[in-house]
Nanobody, 122 residues
Framework: QVQLVESGGGLVQAGVSLRLSCAAS????????MGWFRQAPGKEREFVAG????????YYADSVKGRFTISRDNAKNTVYLQMDSLKPEDTAVYYC???????????????WGQGTQVTVSS
């Protein structure tokens, strides 16, 4: 079992940066690929970024490529999402997830966090 807890969300102005963290419990955290997803009001949850278990490979949605960076620290059981040049359209609840069932881009993962709200004002 893996439990995931996101933190770092908040209300920010457009153009600034924010870093989300996802702390995981469980001895096997460093065996799992991880992903970040988001869900805006009235929209379906969408893939944002993913990272392999070693951190060697990362994947991004086109909408965040070049602005967001996913990373992980397996010694700390934590995965991060650095979000730069935030835009109002990045406003959403952000979820981290562990252990994809098929692909890192999802949408099916075995473990999900509760989410953290990110609101970007113009």
């Amino acid at each position: 079992q893996v439990q995931l807890v996101e933190s770092g969300g908040g209300l920010v102005q457009a153009g600034v940066s924010l870093r989300l963290s996802c702390a995981a419990s469980g001895r096997t955290f460093n065996m799992y690929p991880m992903g970040w997803f988001r869900q805006a009001p009235g929209k379906e949850r969408e893939f944002v970024a993913g990272i392999t278990w070693s951190g060697a490979y990362t994947y991004y949605a086109d909408s965040v490529k070049g602005r967001f960076t996913i990373s992980r620290d397996n010694a700390k059981n934590t995965v991060y999402l650095q979000m730069d040049s935030l835009k109002p359209e990045d406003t959403a609840v952000y979820y981290c997830a562990a252990d994809p069932i098929r692909t890192i881009e999802g949408p099916e993962y075995n473990y999900w966090g509760q989410g953290t709200q990110v609101t970007v004002s113009s």
